[in-house]
């Protein structure tokens, strides 16, 4: 009996001393309607589940992710199943077919938020992209960060870019606004070929106009200075969708339109 007393709190020690080595990450959906967040871990690094669920409007979601994890999150819209049982999105879909994302990535377009948890000098790397396309505008708060600094500073996307985006870039029935390089394929876009280095591959007018309105994101493959945030590691983070004013959600044909309708 003794024996296995030990037993029971060894095994609670190991749990308190691996959750105390996680890092938690808060979502948070203040859209006015659901979204239904994706996770990707990158090769070599331990895979979270869950890989994608629900979250009503208004809710929040907090999951421990471990020490040294690096990948990327987005949000999907538009979700439904068809009479078959077939799970898929307007925006951000991940192809699988259900509710779990399962190791695949979302389609663009796209807002990603990127991690790197302790990586050098034991410092978290994070960021926004825009780089592949926006569906929402997303956020990404250090626990005990500062709306202006440089250092733990938040980063992120508040505008609803779906409402200024150019006729050529629209998609998913004006949801999502495609990059340049998503658009129209051309390296100088896209940042290959010959433009493959942040020598040739300058901003176009379309990340300009993505930089302009969003400027603590990513809008292009070589945005680096000011978009890349870093802070010490160990801290928690909240992921808010919608941080500021919430695009209107209308549901057409299973396609959500992001409108102020």
């Known amino acids: 009996m003794a024996i296995r007393s030990v037993c029971v709190v060894l095994a609670l020690l190991c749990i ?19 979204v239904w967040p994706g996770i990707l871990s990158n090769a070599g690094t331990a895979r979270i589940e869950p890989t994608g669920f629900a979250l009503p409007p208004g809710a929040a979601r907090a999951l421990p992710f471990p020490t040294g994890w690096s990948g990327r999150m987005w949000a999907r819209t538009g ?8 799970f898929s999105c307007a925006t951000g879909d991940c192809g699988t077919g259900t509710l779990e994302c399962s190791g695949r990535d979302g389609a663009t377009p796209a807002t990603l ?17 825009l780089v592949d396309g926006y569906n929402l505008p997303i956020l990404v708060e250090p626990a005990g960060s500062s709306a202006t600094g440089t250092t733990c500073a938040a980063a ?16 998913a029935g004006g949801g999502a606004c495609r990059s340049a390089c ?4 051309k390296p100088e876009y896209c940042c290959s070929g010959a433009f493959a280095n942040p020598n040739t591959c300058r901003p176009t007018a379309y990340s300009q106009a993505f930089k302009l309105a969003c400027p603590r994101s990513y809008s292009y493959a070589f945005d680096d200075p000011t978009s890349t945030f870093t802070c010490a590691g160990g801290r928690d983070y909240t992921i808010t969708f919608c941080p500021v004013a919430t695009p209107r959600s209308c549901v057409v044909n299973h396609a959500m339109i992001c409108t102020h309708c």
């Open 79 to 86: 979700c439904a199943q068809d009479a078959a049982g077939r």
């Open 156 to 171: 992120g996307c508040s505008a609803d870019l779906n409402l200024r985006c150019p006729a050529e870039l629209r998609s």
């Open 113 to 129: 938020a990127e991690f790197t948890l302790d990586g050098g000098g034991h410092n978290d790397f994070y960021d926004v992209s």
């Open 16 to 34: 308190c001393l691996r959750e105390g080595g996680a890092v938690t990450f808060t979502f948070l959906n203040r859209c006015t309607g659901t």
């Open 182 to 185: 998503d658009a129209f394929g």
